[in-house]
């Protein structure tokens, strides 16, 4: 598969989650996807896209085989519905917790398995978080994918994020501090270990400097 941008992702998940949330809506006219891709809430980050905006995303993802156009006369009238896993168009199968999950990465970037399982609640209700993982498991390890990826634990957050891996590979915020950190602290070792060196030397210029001043007055007193 492609790999697809963040407008792509968008539009997919908003067309996943509202033909679970509101079915007797879908499939969605242009106007109410592009309603569902700019909501205020239940999206990271907030999109303004315009409805020509959104009818060229689904114009490129029709062409990746991913949504299709239930076209009644002209395309602002067409009824638009994904073709993203389980349909007879695709050949991935998910799991309804599987693709609650992917939904809200889709439309939420990064999450924790807690945050996954209480957001998730109108498209799949899980009964525990170990569920969440479970389900989290199955996507890395999908014969056909890995589809997600365990992210580094930041600074702060009491668990680890998973991200999707439909728009490429993915580097975790924290594993990019951690590096900036461990570059810092390594100039820092230097810097340090350069002055000690330093210091090292003035003492042995200085030692070897009594020890001339030494010899001489030895010398001086043997004659």
Known sequence: MDELSLHETRVLGALIEKEHTTPDNYPLSLNSLTSACNQKSSREPVLSLSQDEVQNIVDDLVKKHLVIN?????????????RFGNTEFSKIRFSPQQLAILTLLFLR???????????????????DVQEV??????LTNHEQGPFIVKLNREPGQSACRYAHLFSGAVVSTAATDNSALASNNSA????????RVDELEHEVATLK???????????????
Do not use: M, Y
């Open 70 to 82: 239930d076209e009644h006369g002209s395309k602002r009238s067409a009824k638009i519905r994904h």
């Open 109 to 127: 970037g990064p999450q924790t398995p807690g945050e996954l399982r209480t957001r998730s609640a109108r498209q799949h209700a899980f009964n």
């Open 133 to 138: 993982e479970t389900a989290l498991d199955q």
């Open 188 to 195: 820092d070792d230097n810097n340090v270990l350069a002055t």
């Open 209 to 223: 400097a009594q020890l001339t001043t030494l010899q001489e007055t030895v010398s001086a007193l043997i004659d």
